[in-house]
């Protein structure tokens, strides 16, 4: 997928609606909740000018999401007016790109993870430059550089039926990236950019 043509393309995602998947099917806790965190997924050219988007294995510290695949973000500082601050500050500290490269696109759905007790606020992002990475050694264990064309490739994808405590038997999907296996809200998040970019490259 040529970068050239996509960053041109990507901002038309502006205007179009959230599809509003998967994410409902969740208990949610009070809207004032206030442990909030910002996640971005960056999209970005390698150096044969072909689309990617990153995302990290976080290190194994025994926490709820220990070993996961996700993409670079957390929580929110106090001083942070916008969870997009939050966002980009997290995506340079865990993985080195700085926020003044990066271009905001869109906002996405917010999701509530039950493990960590945290509201989830995702962004879509680019950056026009090859990106030279520098690993926060205490938080992410390693990157994963996914083609963005595998986001669209249902090789990647499976559906997989899970049971949860407000809505029974779920169908969710699971994504695998490189023998990645992509699972819980990173995947939700993926599934409903899949659905939201689609539109515009299809």
């Known amino acids: 997928m040529d970068f050239l043509e996509f960053s041109t393309q990507l901002p038309k995602i502006e205007k179009i609606p959230l599809p509003g998947l998967l994410r409902d099917h969740q208990s949610i806790p009070d809207p004032n909740h206030p442990r909030w965190a910002g996640v971005l997924c960056l999209f970005y050219p390698n150096l044969n000018g072909k689309t990617q988007f990153v995302l990290i294995r976080r290190q194994s510290d025994g926490g709820p999401h220990s070993g996961q695949v996700s993409f670079p973000g957390g929580r929110r500082d106090h001083d942070e007016v916008d969870l997009s601050m939050t966002a980009l500050r997290e995506c340079e500290e865990e993985i080195g790109v700085p926020r003044e490269i990066i271009e905001l696109i869109k906002p996405m759905?917010?999701?509530?993870?039950?493990?960590?007790?945290?509201?989830?606020?995702?962004?879509?992002?680019?950056?026009?430059?090859?990106p030279e990475f520098f690993l926060q050694a205490e938080e992410?264990?390693?990157?994963?550089?996914?083609?963005?064309?595998?986001?669209f490739a249902n090789l990647h994808l499976t559906m997989?039926?899970?049971?949860?405590?407000?809505?029974?038997?779920v169908n969710?999907?699971?994504?695998?990236?490189?023998?990645?296996?992509?699972?819980?809200?990173?995947?939700?998040?993926?599934?409903?950019?899949?659905?939201?970019?689609?539109q515009i490259i299809s």
Do not use: C
């Open 160 to 169: 997989e039926i899970i049971q949860t405590p407000s809505f029974g038997s």
């Open 109 to 130: 759905s917010k999701l509530y993870i039950p493990p960590s007790d945290y509201w989830v606020q995702p962004f879509i992002a680019l950056t026009h430059r090859v």
């Open 172 to 198: 969710v999907p699971v994504f695998d990236f490189q023998g990645n296996r992509v699972w819980g809200a990173t995947a939700l998040m993926l599934y409903e950019m899949r659905q939201l970019i689609g």
């Open 140 to 151: 992410v264990a390693g990157i994963i550089e996914v083609p963005a064309k595998d986001l």
